[in-house]
């Protein structure tokens, strides 16, 4: 019995994809970090029945019966693209917490599609496709997944995905989990809803005007310019989600006690933390290297009201 796995990183955008045309392809270039400490394993193992099925035994599965079958779909275009017609028993988990404010759709969905193709093409006996094939494959499946096969800082522009060099190494991201509640409104259905928000038309534009900007100043070092930018794309996002119609948002009360904490450490330090938030109540933290003991201060304070993942 053959067995294939791959493991992909998590990724959290800095400047958001929000806002879709055609094949899950953005409408707007987006920017990320892409954490191996957070990452999804899959593994796929040749079955004789006549269905792939999910395996949720001895493996930690963490994959809902909803997102089975968008995962189970998503494997069966990979096969169709490469002509494939044998079956898999899959196994996916993650090695964070569901609904902890990561998008684990991005990593399982890349370590699906890694695991696919080493999978059929070796039974196939061809080569296994480039990263920037596989991930022009993932996104079919989850768009921001296509970002999870490079690292650490990475752009998405149109069909093209690529590392970018970034001077900023062994970043410490954290995620502080106000609420692991389940988000009534999915990332899918949020790029649908904010064509209706008046603040839609020009997106496009205010986001590739943020990414020039932010690449420029990360490259010269700028980290409080870095945070008003990152700043003002998640809020660029979540004003779009507010404005829809009918409105929807995902800021809580713990969501806005962090931004504010945050603004009052820049504020006190004059240094601080990148800050964002995806289509979700948790909130991000980007820290330098060299941030480590303003970090954990940071941490700490979060600690007394909040789990903390990450470091
Ligand atoms: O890949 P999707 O369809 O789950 O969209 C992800 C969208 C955000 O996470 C909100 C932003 C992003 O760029 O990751």
């Given at each position: ?177 106000v609420s ?72 809580t009360?713990g969501s ?25 109540p948790n ?23 909040y ?5």
């Amino acid at each position: 019995m053959s067995e294939w796995v791959a493991k992909a990183p998590a990724n959290i955008a800095l400047i958001k994809y929000m806002g879709k045309k055609g094949a899950n392809l953005s409408l707007n270039p987006s920017f990320s970090y892409s954490n191996n400490n957070f990452n999804s394993t899959v593994s796929l193992v040749s079955c004789s029945g006549d269905k792939d099925i999910m395996d949720s035994s001895g493996f930690g599965s963490t994959i809902s019966s909803c997102e089975s079958y968008r995962f189970l779909s998503h494997l069966a275009y990979v096969k169709k693209y490469f002509g494939f017609s044998g079956y898999f028993k899959v196994k996916s988990c993650n090695n964070f917490p569901p609904s902890c404010g990561l998008a684990s759709s991005a990593s399982s969905f890349a370590a699906l599609t890694m695991a696919a193709c080493k999978a059929i093409c070796e039974l196939s006996e061809t080569g296994v496709p480039s990263n920037l094939a596989m991930s022009q494959i993932s996104r079919l499946g989850s768009g921001s997944s296509c970002r999870s096969f490079f690292e650490p800082w990475v752009v998405w522009r149109d069909d093209i995905v690529e590392a970018v060099d970034i001077p900023f190494t062994n970043i410490l991201h954290y995620v502080v989990v106000v609420s692991s509640a389940k988000k009534l409104i999915s990332s899918s259905d949020a790029h649908k809803r904010v064509q209706s928000s008046a603040l839609f038309s020009g997106r496009a534009d205010r986001a590739t005007k943020r990414l020039y900007e932010l690449l420029c100043a990360m490259r010269a070092n700028d980290w409080k310019l870095s945070f008003d930018l990152v700043w003002a794309d998640f809020w660029d996002m979540h004003a779009m989600f507010e404005t829809s119609s009918p409105g929807f948002g995902y800021m809580t009360p713990g969501s806005l006690f962090v931004l504010d904490a945050v603004r009052r450490h820049w504020v006190e330090f004059g240094d601080g933390p990148l800050v964002t938030m995806d289509a979700g109540p948790n909130v991000h933290l980007i820290f330098r290297a060299d941030q480590k003991g303003l970090a954990n201060i940071f941490v700490a304070d979060m600690q007394n009201k909040y789990t903390v993942l990450g470091g």
